[in-house]
């Protein structure tokens, strides 16, 4: 048994990781899950590293050594983890009581005195604003890689204990890379490389298909479609983003020799003709908000959205195939006295449109659709994550 551990928006994390195995065709039993990480067991050989590279909610996968409905010091007999004679190593908890954390710590302590290694167990830091950090960010003590010791995950669920190491670790370079050193760049209205990366997976196209951005701005989700094998479109309105979005994916291309092709076009994403397998894409979500404004001003903002999505939806019909996937984001503003505007499922289902039922990427779990995204704190727009299907 393999355990999953997610960063934030399991809800996608989730749906991510059952999309995956749907596309690979990676055989697997699903054992149970909760608000943090997932348990599967696998039928064949997996390739783990290219797994926790190829996903971008899941941050941690550890082998599960050991899984009882009591907890006693015989875990250690399951323990298969090879280390040195001086290492680190961490434990990750959730759902722990102290009494049962304390046991843990105090097995290992005597174990390893008894074969007279040195293993010294490094506390896990704090985040901001939270009393405790269960889960070891993995820049503490020990690399990406989890060469210079181990970390062990414990958790309970279901009335059943689950020990398990960390056999990989998700490693945020590449990410970082393309952030930090793609020439052309605009933060404040750039989407996360590690979001894209969740939705692309969930569109489920095999490699070699082509996939739109029909807002493609600098070009984030075309280098993200490029890096996973896919060719990609971008149509921009905006003449200076569509000679920002080129120079990016020229770098892309460049720097980490993608292979598949890219075309951006200027224009109207709701006016011109195309083909593509998939569409992926985060919107103009209308002006930039410095506070929280009032109802009259929202409800403006909101109308406006409704007919450029309307119209993008309508021509998006027109250009693609019955069961093509859609998987974007759309907003829901907030005003200053905690109401909160939606835009309409309308501008879709009235367009040829439907939401996808997530039962046809697993019938195991139950999902809801759209997935609400947790953006920052201050963050004056909620995100939805909506997957949709042309009719």
């Known amino acids: 048994m393999y355990l999953f551990l997610f960063g934030r928006d399991y809800k996608l994390s989730i749906l991510e990781v059952f999309s995956y195995f749907k596309l690979n065709n990676i055989s697997f ?41 009591k907890l006693s010091s015989d875990f250690l007999n399951f323990f298969d983890k090879d280390y040195s004679n001086k290492f680190n190593y961490g434990i990750s908890h959730k759902f722990i009581s102290q009494d049962d954390l304390d046991f843990l710590k105090q097995s290992f302590k005597e174990q390893f005195k008894l074969e007279k290694v040195k293993g010294v167990l490094k506390k896990a830091k704090k985040f901001k604003d939270k009393k405790e950090n269960t889960i070891i960010n993995p820049n503490n003590y020990f690399s990406y890689s989890l060469d210079k010791g181990f970390e062990i995950f414990f958790t309970k669920v279901d009335n059943k204990y689950y020990l398990g190491y960390a056999v990989v670790c998700y490693s945020p370079k590449d990410i970082i890379k393309k952030d930090t050193l793609r020439p052309e760049q605009e933060k404040l209205y750039s989407t996360s490389f590690r979001l894209i990366k969740i939705m692309i997976n969930i569109l489920g196209l095999k490699k070699g298909k082509r996939i739109l951005d029909p807002f493609c701005g600098f070009g984030n ?32 291309v460049s720097y980490f020799k993608y292979t598949n092709d890219f075309t951006v076009l200027h224009g109207d994403s709701s006016k011109l003709n195309f083909s593509v397998d998939g569409v992926v894409f985060e919107p103009y979500m209308g002006p930039f908000i410095s506070k929280l404004p009032n109802f009259l001003r929202a409800k403006s903002i909101v109308d406006s959205l409704n007919k450029l ?83």
């Open 221 to 252: 989700f075309l280098i993200e479609g490029l890096s996973k094998g896919y060719n990609v479109l971008g149509i921009d309105k905006e003449r200076e983003k569509v000679i920002s979005s080129k120079k990016n994916l020229a770098w892309a």
């Open 309 to 391: 999505y309307s119209d993008l939806f309508r021509n998006l019909y027109s250009n693609l195939k019955p069961k093509t996937r859609i998987v974007c984001i759309l907003p829901e503003l907030k005003t200053y006295d905690n109401q909160l505007l939606k835009v309409s499922d309308s501008v879709f289902l009235n367009n040829g449109f439907d939401y996808l039922d997530t039962s046809k990427i697993t019938n195991q779990i139950s999902i809801e659709n759209p997935i609400f995204y947790a953006a920052a704190n201050d963050s004056k727009i909620n995100r939805y994550i909506y997957i949709l299907e042309r009719k």
């Open 29 to 69: 039993s699903y054992i149970t899950s909760t608000d943090t990480y997932a348990i599967f067991d696998f039928k064949q050989k997996v390739d783990f590293s290219k797994i926790i590279d190829d996903l971008g909610g899941t941050t941690r996968i550890y082998k599960v050594f050991y899984s009882s409905n």
